[in-house]
């Protein structure tokens, strides 16, 4: 019954257009649009420092103020100052004769651009505060004539830059794969994917319903109990076929397309026993969201909806160090955090003692809700009867 069950289903899913695009086409789009978007992000931020300053003969040493600017990635070409995403600078009378004596509140005026994220609108503050230290640094040198007031501007510069680096005091640690975007987002919308397997588990149990043959399985010498176990095993097994074209897709072809480093999985048994986790973990919670519905537009709107809420608090959408304490420990509870997790620690190189953490909490939380899915189809087929 079993191999019958699988063969239905997955000649159903591959027969649905829909189904398809839900569970390949989907996440691997998401899967290299952020993968895209969060490997350009870093070039895309610094293309955006545009500083346009003003005031600049007010200080003696406006051209120092502007190169160290510029020695911080910050644009400060007259050109765009009509651009949108350009900020203004304002510098005070005399700023730079009171900076060493502490002198002065309010010498500069920061005006940044209400076009630009939170994330650049926090690196330009900090990176017009490191231009300042590096001023105040070089005024301090000339003060004390380690640096030699006939040498040239760029000389200077490269002194006093030179002198602010603190590089050497980091020791330099070898490149791993979490240095690699795409670890970022592909297990994310990997694990997104594989928990929509809800839509094709809810229509099937939605047109077993209304077409009659859950009624006529009531006549055969079956329990509920064993179809419903039946089913659960050859989701399962379209869900690990899912998963294993998702790996090829997101961990070789992906990178390889975007010029990244491919993602190289931990070891075949461990990568087995992560992969059958998450299909066992996603399809557990597809039943019990597929025993709940009662009707194609609850179908869509529950399974899809509650797929992508937990996404967006699972640290998907928005990064969990930035969230709320509250939205960061209900992202910590949610079975898809712990599904990407695992994907994330199988690429990383490293297992940790987390990993089997997360797979007995994956697994705990799939009994639940296979149990309590059982017991709500239990219940509807008993009050199910001929129309």
Same mark, same amino acid.
């Given at each position: 019954?079993?191999? *019958?069950?699988?063969?239905?289903?997955?000649?159903?899913?591959?027969?649905?257009?829909?189904?398809?695009?839900?569970?390949?086409?989907?996440?691997?789009?998401?899967?290299?649009?952020?993968?895209?978007?969060?490997?350009?992000?870093?070039?895309?931020?610094? @293309?955006?420092?545009?500083?346009?300053?003003?005031?600049?003969?007010?200080?003696? *040493?406006?051209?120092?103020?502007?190169?160290?600017?510029?020695?911080?990635?910050?644009?400060?070409? *007259?050109?765009?100052?009509?651009?949108?995403?350009?900020?203004?600078?304002?510098?005070?009378?005399?700023?730079?004769?009171?900076?060493?004596?502490?002198?002065?509140?309010?010498?500069?005026?920061?005006?940044?651009?209400?076009? $630009?994220?939170?994330?650049?609108?926090?690196?330009?503050?900090?990176?017009?505060?490191?231009?300042?230290?590096?001023?105040?640094?070089?005024?301090?040198?000339?003060?004390?004539?380690?640096?030699?007031?006939?040498?040239?501007?760029?000389?200077?510069?490269?002194?006093?830059?030179?002198?602010?680096?603190?590089?050497?005091?980091?020791?330099?640690?070898?490149? @791993?794969?979490? *240095?690699?975007?795409?670890?970022?987002?592909?297990?994310?919308?990997?694990?997104?994917?594989?928990?929509?397997?809800?839509?094709?588990?809810?229509?099937?149990?939605?047109?077993?319903?209304?077409?009659?043959?859950?009624?006529?399985?009531?006549?055969?010498?079956?329990?509920?109990?064993?179809?419903?176990?039946?089913?659960?095993?050859?989701?399962?097994?379209?869900?690990?076929?899912?998963?294993?074209?998702?790996?090829?897709?997101?961990?070789?072809?992906?990178?390889?397309?975007?010029?990244?480093?491919?993602?190289?999985?931990?070891?075949?048994?461990?990568? $087995?026993?992560?992969?059958?986790?998450?299909?066992?973990?996603?399809?557990?919670?597809?039943?019990?969201?597929?025993?709940?519905?009662?009707?194609?537009?609850?179908?869509?709107?529950?399974?899809?909806?509650?797929?992508?809420?937990?996404?967006?608090?699972?640290?998907?959408?928005?990064?969990?160090?930035?969230?709320?304490?509250?939205?960061?420990?209900?992202?910590?509870?949610?079975?898809?955090?712990?599904?990407?997790?695992?994907?994330?620690?199988?690429?990383?190189?490293?297992?940790?003692?987390?990993?089997?953490?997360?797979?007995?909490?994956?697994?705990?939380?799939?009994?639940?809700?296979?149990?309590?899915?059982?017991?709500?189809?239990?219940?509807?087929?008993?009050?199910?009867?001929?129309?």
């Amino acid at each position: 019954m079993l191999i *019958h069950t699988l063969k239905k289903e997955a000649r159903l899913i591959v027969n649905d257009l829909h189904s398809l695009a839900v569970l390949l086409l989907m996440p691997v789009m998401f899967m290299v649009i952020m993968t895209m978007a969060s490997s350009q992000s870093q070039q895309n931020i610094q @293309q955006n420092l545009l500083l346009s300053v003003e005031g600049k003969s007010n200080s003696q *040493h406006n051209l120092v103020m502007i190169k160290l600017l510029q020695a911080q990635g910050f644009n400060t070409d *007259h050109d765009l100052q009509a651009a949108k995403l350009v900020s203004q600078l304002s510098i005070a009378p005399k700023f730079d004769q009171q900076i060493l004596m502490r002198q002065g509140s309010s010498q500069l005026q920061l005006s940044i651009s209400d076009h $630009l994220a939170p994330q650049t609108r926090l690196l330009m503050r900090e990176k017009v505060k490191a231009s300042l230290a590096q001023l105040k640094l070089y005024l301090y040198m000339l003060d004390t004539g380690d640096l030699d007031a006939d040498e040239t501007i760029d000389k200077q510069i490269e002194m006093v830059i030179a002198a602010s680096d603190v590089n050497y005091l980091i020791a330099e640690t070898p490149e @791993q794969a979490l *240095h690699n975007p795409a670890l970022n987002s592909i297990p994310a919308w990997w694990v997104f994917g594989v928990y929509f397997i809800v839509l094709p588990i809810s229509l099937t149990f939605i047109n077993e319903r209304n077409n009659g043959t859950l009624v006529r399985l009531k006549t055969y010498p079956i329990s509920m109990a064993r179809y419903f176990y039946n089913k659960a095993c050859a989701y399962t097994l379209v869900s690990l076929v899912q998963t294993l074209l998702l790996a090829l897709i997101g961990c070789v072809v992906i990178p390889y397309c975007l010029g990244l480093p491919l993602l190289v999985l931990n070891s075949v048994l461990v990568s $087995l026993l992560a992969f059958v986790t998450l299909s066992v973990a996603a399809i557990s919670f597809a039943l019990l969201l597929a025993s709940v519905v009662s009707s194609y537009e609850q179908a869509i709107v529950v399974g899809g909806g509650v797929n992508i809420i937990l996404a967006a608090l699972s640290g998907f959408m928005v990064p969990l160090e930035i969230m709320p304490a509250d939205l960061a420990a209900f992202a910590n509870a949610s079975p898809m955090y712990w599904s990407a997790q695992l994907l994330r620690q199988l690429m990383g190189g490293a297992i940790e003692p987390s990993f089997w953490q997360y797979s007995v909490l994956l697994w705990s939380f799939s009994l639940l809700c296979f149990m309590t899915a059982l017991w709500i189809f239990n219940k509807k087929m008993r009050n199910l009867t001929w129309n």
